[in-house]
């Protein structure tokens, strides 16, 4: 590890091609490249391709076209047990015929390590999940969350540079889920190892990723950090996948630099950031995030400012989460924040709302 | 106040009475919960009834009677009681005294009245080859014997001559008989009354029960060679080619019986398919055609075919419930293809590979029709025997002994099978 360089690439796929059935493309074109000890998240809808290029990556699938490079060099042509690949399996694929200590104890003797060494980093693996204590239990025997940490202790414990994790968390209630993201996350920061995770979660993904490729359609829709996909949504797939937005279709009036002017079906006016447009005439699908949306008090001023009707109120705490129409929409959601005049607001009334141009993105039109 | 009040009687409704958990009325939890289940026991019990009934009828009384077969012994009890009462005083050396004759006189013109000599005959014959002779023409006869009858009975047939004659009479006596499951044993009485195994020539029953467990144990491991790769490819292959190889699999359970071992004797027999085959492509000489059928290669090849399909279905259902993330994380963890599948796929097969052995090997060990048509002499496996003895000599008893053997050797085996493996390890399909 002496010339450990975070900028180097580590992983790449290169012009990645995927098909089953010689008619469908299941991954198109995909070009990534993951540098050493980042974790990236691989996030998608199920069917968009991720866990195929997850199984190209361990070697369980051959790609159609392309190369997959680890440490520079090609590995197509490398079998599965020869990638140093560690893996941790959706249903974790503990072997249920071997104990906890036989199946962390596996990957080190086939590698024909000595039985006193073996044991030594079995038990170190099992120390760092604080799973010690069941080495001589059977899988069959611990919950879904001790089974989870039991996966990831046999997938590190023969020091694999590269971690696939392919929804690891699927099968665990919220709060352990939750928890396990923030145990996981600090293995990785603790050992330095590159991860590659594949979920459907956007929470998951959010919490974990130092970057996360959003998926559709076989193809990377954006690569970006989390903060990134989220205030920058490059297009209208990203933008409704990862966390919540509204949507408002419209056509490009005038361009003026960096903005753009939108009329909506319903003939208002939106000034925009433009990011997916060109030219006046687009069609383009706005999105702005309902905490950007705000009620206006006192003479302040926004570049969007319509009257809104409030149809409907939900008390959830921290935010009242109101539903409005607004701009010939129905289904326009604000988060208006728990401050001491929140009750001014009732069903029916009228308010008036705005929002900045800056958080407001013209994307494609889907 | 509400609230309190919602506790204050839920914690009151289980409360215990002299260490028991009652319910609100102060009946016993226990006895209301076998109320409250009374009616779904019964609704079960009818369900099942149908199928019990026909078991106890068809199934377990026969089995019962079977098994009494091998032990009952009336013949002699009941037609010469008497005798017997006389022979007590008999020291078991030399010839006995005149009253055993008197009373032998007597009971053998009863039994020759009311035609039961020949069935003491049969069954002191299985004892004693010439008993049969011995007592039919001494009962044609015995109506003139005159006192003292110890002359006419020695005149009557040389048998009569013989203490051993007279102990085997004394010896089955009793009504029950450990008799016939010594002889299913190869087991006979010497001089003294002691079991000793029969005379080399005369031994059959042992190296019967070897050579059916021998065979049964080889078709047991063909079907399993046979079976592992074929279940293996229908497991990981997409439904619709799967259900085309089951059916192929399955082939053998629709065909007649008749048909199937037909086949087998025009395609395997001396001037059959494989041989002229192998004659044409110059492998054998005309000189060496090859004893493919009525011996016990005939009965292997058709019994292995006609019991694959029960290797191989609990094979197909265990495997089909195999991830394949299994064999991935080996594989991901190191351990090359032939060590992902062979420590951690065919031990999670174990359970299909236990069922389908234990039913393939029970099956076999029972099997009488297909050795019977293509067995030959050395083919013959121990049901055979048992029909033999059940059609040809009616030896009930011998049959009853061997029949139970097998049962208890099976039974014995699920027991070790069990004890190995476990029995709710099974997977049937």
Known sequence: MENENPGEVFVAFDRVQKSYDGEELVVKDLNLAISKGEFLTMLGPSGSGKTTCLMMLAGFETATYGDILLDGQAINNIPPHKRGIGMVFQNYALFPHMTIGENLSFPLEVRGMDKSEREAKVMNALAMVQMEAFAGRRPAQLSGGQQQRVALARALVFEPELVLMDEPLGALDKNLREHMQYEIKHLHEKLGITVVYVTHDQTEALTMSDRIAVFDDGRIQQLASPADLYERPENAFVAQFIGENNRMQGEVESIEGDFAQVRLDDGSMVKALKVCVSEVGDKTTLSLRPERALVVKGDAQYANMFDATVKELIYLGDHIRSRVSVCGRDDFIMKVPNSSDHHSMRVGQSVRIGWSEHDCRALDAT | ?429
Do not use: C
Not at chain 2, 2 to 25: F, L, R
Not at chain 2, 42 to 51: E, G, H, K, Y
């Open chain 2, 1 to 429: 106040m509400t609230q309190s009040d919602g506790t204050h009687s839920g914690s009151d409704a289980g409360h215990m009475v002299n260490g028991q958990m009652v319910t609100v009325d102060g009946t016993p939890l226990k006895a209301s919960l076998k109320r409250a289940e009374r009616k779904r026991t019964l609704i079960a019990f009818l369900l099942v009834a149908p199928l019990l009934t026909y078991l106890l009828i068809s199934f377990i009384f026969p089995i019962g009677q079977m098994m009494w077969r091998s032990v009952d012994n009336p013949q002699v009890v009941t037609t010469l009681p008497k005798t017997l009462e006389a022979l007590d005083d008999w020291d078991g050396e030399g010839l006995p005294d005149e009253p055993v004759f008197e009373a032998l006189a007597e009971e053998l013109a009863i039994a020759s009245a009311n035609r039961t000599v020949g069935q003491l005959a049969v069954r002191l014959n299985y004892e004693i080859s010439a008993a049969r002779g011995a007592l039919m023409r001494t009962s044609r006869s015995v109506e003139d014997f005159e006192p003292p009858y110890k002359e006419d009975f020695l005149d009557a047939h040389r048998l009569w001559n013989d203490p051993a004659f007279y102990r085997i009479i004394k010896r089955e006596g009793n009504p029950l008989t450990a008799s016939y499951y010594i002889a299913a044993f190869d087991g006979t009485y010497n001089e003294d009354g002691e079991v000793v195994l029969q005379d080399e020539n005369r031994r059959i029953y042992i190296d019967l029960f070897i050579r059916t467990f021998a065979m049964s144990l080889g078709i047991t491991l063909i079907t399993l060679l046979l079976g592992f790769p074929i279940s293996f490819l229908m497991a990981s292959l997409p439904m619709r080619h799967a259900n085309l190889l089951m059916i192929f699999v399955l082939l053998p359970f629709w065909t007649s019986l008749l048909v199937r071992t037909t086949s087998w004797i025009v395609l395997l027999q001396q001037q059959g398919v494989i041989n002229e085959l192998l004659i044409a492509l110059g492998f054998i000489g005309d000189d060496g055609r090859l004893g493919m059928i009525y011996n016990m290669t005939g009965t292997i090849i058709a019994m292995t075919h006609i019991l694959l399909p029960f290797m191989v279905l609990p094979l197909y259902s265990v495997m089909k419930t195999i991830p394949p993330s299994y064999v991935r994380a080996a594989k991901s963890l190191g351990a090359t293809p032939w060590t992902a599948f062979w420590r951690v796929y065919v031990p999670q097969t174990l359970p299909g590979i236990g069922a389908g052995a234990v039913l393939v090997f029970i099956i076999s060990i029972g099997y009488y029709i297909t050795p019977a048509l293509v067995g030959g002499q050395s083919g013959q496996m121990i049901s055979n025997l048992i029909a033999h003895h059940m059609q040809t000599s009616l030896n009930w008893g011998l049959a009853a002994a061997l029949g139970s053997v097998l049962l208890i050797s099976v039974l014995i085996l699920y027991w070790v099978y069990n004890r190995l493996v476990g029995a709710d390890s099974l997977k049937l399909g």
